[in-house]
């Protein structure tokens, strides 16, 4: 939680120097991310033919495809901004890591179109609950990637409230992939090195998130510092 819902969480626009010498533009990001799931289910259904294997695997490689991008979605601020502190010359799109989130929030709606159109006929009240409560914190994410501003007037969303929004989200998707992961791993499944991966993966971006807030505070002034990190004097 600590990790997740920090005081930066996903804003890689915000370097230490941001100079104008190295600018990387990445253009239609969600589109390619988005595009990227569809492909990967339609293959899958054009592979296994228009049954419930095909969606079953369809929705099995969109599932791993979102991990990889909320992976991305995780460690692109911390990343950006711990390089920047490296080269200052390093920039990025401010938008960047929102359309990252974006991203994720689209590739994640194609996964759970997959696995909703294989019970339509004969709905499954354990899918319809999932792919209904996923898709509301999905919505919630996507909603609060970015402030909301209608013309001329203070943003939808209060900063804070945006801010804990997306650690809440983040929490959720997070738990769902690690907590998959361990499952699979520990129950009687056929061994998966997937899983393996991801749960590695999940650890990973904590840490590395952990490493971003601990540069950050070490550069803060002493009086601008969280209470608990600040200096104490006899």
Known sequence: MTALDGVAFFS???L???IPHIRIRFGSLVGIIALGAATLVLGA???????ENGFRLGSQLAWRYTSLVFFASLVAGPLCRMTGRVLPGFSVPERFS???IWGFCASYAIYLLSVFLP???RLSAGATLMVMFGGSVMLVMAAAAAPLKRLGEKPVIPEKVRRTLLGTAAIYF???YSVMALARISGPHR???YYGISLCLMIAALLVRYADTWFALRQLPADEAPM???PTTS
């Open 174 to 176: 997070w738990l769902c």
């Open 45 to 51: 259904i054009l592979l296994r033919g228009f049954s």
């Open 98 to 100: 929102a359309k990252l």
């Open 12 to 14: 890689p626009g915000k």
């Open 191 to 193: 061994p998966d090195a």
């Open 119 to 121: 019970n339509v006929i």
């Open 16 to 18: 230490p120097h941001k």
């Open 228 to 230: 608990e990190h600040r």
